[in-house]
């Protein structure tokens, strides 16, 4: 059965729901990437492993199931005087999988092939070696692979997306995935540049990270013929969400254990990345001491920089950034009708900056 | 001015109404690379010095005036009796721009920025230093720049191709891009592999060049409004056109002049990749000359291994088999209608296959 994000007890119905739909877009998944070549299929199928807790899948899925409305009849039926505007939590269905459409599942195997993209090009550019706790396909069969594989995964995730015949779906994720490229192409000009401030890494995440994430909660909500009111404030969710994910997943390349994250870590500073502990870490620094830093940081001494990042209090600080978006995501899931889904967004939403994988 | 393959003299009035939209063309794709962020900007200017004779824009707005029939009413009021499956080329309007749409032209500047990327991305696996004479993105910024940015023009045109709001368009050439990747997917699949046959070859570049080749000469028809029957053989005569001219590309990196070709040459036997002459030394020689011949190869000795393939005659032999290619594109142009348009197809395919650049 696929794995998933683990939460908080009490969401029974929900997550059993969740998990016999993320099956349903396992197939789509592996359906899509099926070739008549068997090269090609080998490659897949390691690619595959990669799959990690779904987050952006979980997303889709769940942002449909928070935002579906009852179906019209039932609401008609109930209180004729209701407008979709104003839902109530009474208005939703019971959390059965048929709330959810075809489209939804696509869309959720769509983002995650985009990701599992940007997961293969990044091990190429990070020169990783291991990724969920297996070796990466740079490190297997070389960089020339993994680039075209990259790019195969892409070609597949607009060839998956363009089967559902929406041509306003096509043009939303191409938008995405041009900001997402955006967010690294300006992350790589500033490496080893030394004077990034809050705001320049905050925007490089939103782009590469958040936008992403963003449009998961997004679509899923739309699909479920939302409101534009409501589908909108779940894209604000995923971007805060995402904005945290990321910080979060940057404190623990510096400050992780290996064995527990399932990735090669101390990549950022090994490549010249500046995140936030170490962008506040010099800001925050007296000249002396920032000399010192800059030294760890010059001379990838990632174990020095690390006592030195917690000492000082930027890791402490960074975690508290992360929070802060947790707390503006959960902020904006009150447009959408409470319900589980919702609360489960909440959850999920809360695990990503606590989390230490 | 945009610049355009050379052809025979003879063709003026369709050269410049091909001009015209080629100028129109890179305005589409020049607006859609345009972002936000000054390092992106920097980054796809240099990438447009790679734009060469835009081959793959100049079949689709060729195929499009060469099947476009006149404009129904002036066929009604010339002959009520014809079907648009048997217009003569009296049918044809003058070569006007007016013939193409604007749907023509976003799909021309899409193909161009789908080869774009694959550029980007083979000089990573080439690690080529030099292309279009300019410097390769990887050799100026890295690897790493060139897989984003490779990645960037990819989505762009997906996102540029969305917009014609054309479901079977990006269904269409997403399937393109599947193909694309999985030839070069089997194709370093057998890096190395001394057995490989020429059917395999062919296999290979059919699906990285031929198939996208294919795509720009239907897709150019179809938008003309043609009939499925004339699209197909357009389709047909780009397959082949693509294998005839990914033969003579292959022919070049072994026995080309770098100042002429104006790209990093001999990059196929420095990865591996055995190509058609090759393949057809080793398929032809007796077993001794078939030792020194592998010989050659893995000690990457490029000069000798030219001398011999000329002297043996492979040379030969693969230049036959791309004018074969090439005979049997011009075969497919008879279901086109009969017009200067269609000639200079033809003409175009000729000139693939003795080019020296």
Known sequence: MTRMMKVDAGFEPIASALAAQLDQVTVIFERQLASDMSAVNKLCMH???YRGKMLRPTLVLLSGFAAAPAPAQEVRSQRSEVSQ?????HDLRPLTSDLLTEKHRIVAAVVEMIHMATLVHDDVLDEAAVRRRGRTVNDLWGNEMAVILGDYLISNAFHLCSTIGDPAINLTLGDVTNTLCEGELVQLHHRDDYSIDEALYLEIVRRKTASLIGECCRLGAMLSGAPERISKAMKNFGIALGIAFQIQDDLLDLIGDQGVV???LGKDLDKGKLTLPVIYQLADSEPADRGEALRLIMERDAASLRLLLIESGAV????????????????????????????????LAESVASRTW
């Open 47 to 49: 690619v595959e492993q």
């Open 85 to 89: 505007a104003s839902l109530s939590p």
């Open 316 to 347: 402490a600080r960074t975690a508290a950034t992360a929070k802060g978006f947790v707390s503006q995501a959960k902020s904006e899931l009150a447009a959408a009708p409470a319900g589980p889904a919702r609360d489960y967004l909440g959850v």
């Open 262 to 264: 399932g990735k090669s």
